[in-house]
């Protein structure tokens, strides 16, 4: 951690504190508080973390106001241009972008480790049919703790690194099986001669009745839902993926509590979020109506895929994957889907609507995904567990590099108690 170069002047009653202050590469400075409880007995109090960095990190930046992201230093609509996923997932874990030769190791070692363990498959077999594959993701993800044993001693680096790989490898064939598992057709086991998205495409599509041809504009596709979602700094699921690895925890119990906290809709749900609103909107004549309902201060419904913590501008990932959204559609022959229709209403109207303008809500990264992977033939319960396949690598990288601080510490946050001060017990006869 960089030295600090000013201070924060607070004063608590009549004590007057000084609290050394960082200034980040980019960013608003941060102010130090960790000894604010020792040297003023008080604490801060900040539900939501909208102002407290829970971390130092390297990875990723944003800058909401701006609609900036950028990983390792790269903006995001060149990575998602020039590079594809598993070389943004290199410079993700490692730092740089890979030469050649690095790559070509990388995917090497990634494409060897796609198959799951055999007895696995047990675990899918224990769940209902009709399981989302988020609920089959969580168990699966968190068994492979049972059994990849020689990967879990977080101490050891090449542990370490066995299951960052074995994680960012399986996860498409975990994804994969869970489709399969949920509409009844045999699993397909996955083919390394096929680069990283198009073998998950085949894994979710073939079947062995039939061969099946992996289309390059899908699979450039679907490689751009990986990159958009591979690492967003310090969101929901990577705190949660954080603060279990704090206590010591395995890398694959740790990922799969990132999945977990991914799943709800204010999250990774969205996707499948927007893409259910959007059908329960059915034709655009009604966008009128549900626009209001979002407007409505006593009604808690809101425009799914709209709206977001940190951007209050636009979502930088938002306008790359509006335009593959329009490459799939046009390929798909499905621009005037009626879904298709209403989403395109809706953006419109929203946008030109002074309550969005004024609260400054643009549509998100997962309006536009989950439009995408409707027109691609996923049914809207796997849009998460695409989510969580891609953001997979971005959990390890924060993993990694919180397990590599020096200054790791167990999270522990504190509370403002509000509840009952200390007082009698009363015995059962006289309550
Ligand atoms: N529709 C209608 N009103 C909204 C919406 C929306 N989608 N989002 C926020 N608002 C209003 C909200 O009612 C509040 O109004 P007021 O100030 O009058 O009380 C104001 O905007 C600020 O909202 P907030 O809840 O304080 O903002 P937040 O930063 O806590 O929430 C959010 C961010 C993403 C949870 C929220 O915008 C939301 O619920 N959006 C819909 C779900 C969604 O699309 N989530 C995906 C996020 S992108 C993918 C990811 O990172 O996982």
Redesign the pocket.
């Known amino acids: 951690m960089a030295e600090s170069t000013k201070n924060a002047t607070l004063t608590v009653g009549d004590k007057t504190i000084e609290l050394p202050m960082f200034s980040p590469t980019s960013g608003p400075d941060v102010i130090d508080i960790r000894k604010l409880y020792a040297q003023a007995g008080v604490f801060t109090y900040d539900p939501?973390f909208t102002s407290t960095a829970s971390c130092d990190s390297t990875i990723t930046f944003i800058d909401g106001d701006e609609g900036i992201l950028t990983h390792r230093g790269y903006p995001i609509g060149e990575l998602a241009e020039k590079s594809h996923y598993l070389e943004v997932c290199y410079l993700l874990l490692y730092g740089e972008l890979p030469s050649p030769v690095e790559l070509e190791d990388f995917e090497h070692r990634v494409t060897n480790h796609t198959m799951i363990h055999e007895q696995m498959i047990n675990f899918f077999r224990g769940f209902r049919r009709d399981a989302h594959p988020m609920a089959v993701m969580v168990g699966v993800v968190g068994a492979m703790s049972a059994f990849y044993h020689d990967s879990t001693d977080i101490n050891d680096e090449w542990q370490r690194e066995v299951a960052s790989i074995r994680l960012i490898a399986k996860m498409p064939t975990i994804a994969a099986m869970a489709f399969k598992y949920t509409i009844g057709q045999p699993f397909v086991y996955p083919r390394n001669d096929l680069d990283y998205a198009s073998n998950f495409l085949r894994m979710c599509f073939a079947v062995p009745a039939e061969d099946y041809v992996v289309d390059p504009i899908l699979s450039r596709a679907m490689d751009r839902i990986f990159t958009l979602h591979a690492d967003?700094e310090q969101?929901a699921s990577t705190s949660t993926v954080r603060l279990a690895s704090s206590s010591g925890a395995n890398p694959f119990a740790c990922i799969a509590a990132g999945i977990a906290c991914?799943w709800g809709?204010?999250?990774?749900g969205?996707n499948q979020?927007?893409l259910e609103m959007l059908k329960e909107i059915g034709t655009p004549d009604r966008i009128p109506e549900f626009i209001a309902r979002?407007?409505d201060?006593d009604d808690p419904f809101?425009?799914?895929?709209?709206?977001?913590?940190v951007y209050k501008n636009f979502?930088p990932r938002a306008t790359v994957m509006k335009q593959s959204a329009d490459e799939v559609l046009e390929l798909m022959g499905v621009e005037n889907n009626p879904i298709l229709q209403v989403a395109k209403e809706l953006e419109k109207q929203a946008l030109e609507d002074p309550y969005f303008a004024d609260?400054k809500?643009f549509p998100?990264?997962?309006?536009y995904s989950g439009i995408i992977l409707e027109a691609m033939g996923f049914p809207t319960s796997m849009f998460t567990p695409i989510f969580a396949l891609a953001r997979t690598v971005g959990w390890i990288s924060q993993w990694k590099e919180q397990l590599n601080d020096p200054q790791l510490k167990i999270g522990r946050p504190r509370q403002l108690y509000q509840g009952e001060d200390i007082r009698a017990y009363v015995d059962i006869e006289k309550r």
């Open positions: 939501g967003h969101n991914l809709p204010a999250h990774g969205a979020a927007c979002a407007k201060k809101r425009l799914m895929g709209f709206g977001h913590r979502d609260k809500l998100n990264v997962d309006f």
